[in-house]
């Protein structure tokens, strides 16, 4: 069964994450979007923070203003049928150089990549650095069971909004700051590698 990945990356003082949520299609994924945002339109805020938070629901902006938009869109990843896997790295110090976040990125990727065991498109969040963009194509096509891997901008792409949360979630819950309990709404679909 061929499903599909997206991956975003997130980083806090002390960690480097890279995340993906795997899902059984774009289709189902676009659908679900499509059935959170529905449920959304309800809500009682005005229409310049309805544009605002609409347009893209950005993790930043959930975690801090909107938690019951952020606590609906978790709820309705989880019933998608899905799989959260993540990597983690550790920092040294708090220096954390641009090459050394790309090799680090990179490598992350690959242990998630290595662990699913079917064929898989990725599509991963742009870093709007296309030889970084196509180093990563290059070393994460090597692996058979990818089929095919592109980036593309968040606004553009449901799964990576949500994969985009996620990725706030596990970085609140790794730094013991999750106060809002987001990642109790996940944790049974979550695997680390």
């Not at 290595?114 to 742009?126: E, N, V």
């Amino acid at each position: 069964m061929r499903m599909i990945l997206y991956i975003d990356e997130t980083e806090c003082d002390d960690y480097f994450i890279v995340a993906g949520l795997l899902t059984q299609s774009k289709r189902d994924t676009d659908l679900a979007y499509k059935h959170f945002k529905k449920g959304l339109k309800s809500m009682k805020i005005s229409l310049k923070e309805k544009q605002r938070v609409f347009y893209e629901f950005k993790a930043i902006l959930l975690d801090r203003h909107y938690q019951r938009i952020k606590v609906k869109m978790l709820m309705e990843i989880n019933h998608l049928k899905n799989t959260i896997l993540f990597s983690t790295y550790t920092k040294k110090n708090s220096v954390f150089n641009q090459q050394d976040k790309e090799k680090t990125y990179i490598s992350l990727l690959e242990k998630i990549v290595s662990s699913i065991h079917q064929d898989i498109d990725i599509i991963f969040d742009d870093f709007k650095n296309q030889k970084f963009e196509e180093k990563i194509i290059e070393e994460i096509s090597k692996y058979d069971h990818v089929l095919s891997i592109q980036a593309k901008e968040s606004f553009d792409e449901a799964g990576l909004q949500f994969v985009d949360n996620i990725c706030s979630v596990l970085r609140l819950y790794q730094t013991n700051s999750d106060k809002n309990q987001f990642y109790e709404l996940i944790k049974d679909n979550v695997t680390e590698v």
